[in-house]
């Protein structure tokens, strides 16, 4: 069975920078394409990132470039997103996928870790 728990997520001034993570299990991690994706208050899901099985390959929603980093230790099975010059419209529930970009927004999800942005 696959398990993604995330976590990391919690309350951040504008400007400010949070760290999520996602321990992955019941699958072969390292074999697979990761994605986070993110839901806002009231909207749809939005995909973030993806990264390659490899993790030399990443891409980026174009609000997310330069400010968001995707990364991934195969080694212990986590995906990780750093997230810098956070602003309030950041603020969502954010959630990691085994999935690549373009069935993101479709990938089974786990319960997400909450991100507030707010002064």
């Known amino acids: 069975e696959v398990q993604l728990v995330e976590s990391g997520g919690g309350l951040v001034q504008p400007g400010g ?8 299990s019941g699958f072969t991690f390292k074999d697979y394409a990761m994605s986070w994706v993110r839901q806002a208050p009231g909207k749809g899901l939005e995909w973030v990132s993806t990264i390659n099985y490899g993790g030399d390959y990443t891409t980026y929603a174009d609000s997310m470039k330069g400010r ?3 990364s991934r230790d ?3 099975n986590t ?10 419209e950041d603020t969502a529930v954010y959630y990691c996928v085994k999935s690549g970009r373009f069935t993101a927004t479709r990938a089974d ?3 997400g870790t909450q991100v507030t942005v707010s002064s």
């Open 17 to 24: 920078s949070l760290r999520l993570s996602c321990a992955a």
């Open 68 to 70: 968001f980093t995707i």
């Open 74 to 76: 195969n080694a212990k």
């Open 79 to 88: 995906l990780y997103l750093q997230m810098d010059s956070l602003k309030p």
């Open 109 to 111: 999800r786990g319960q």
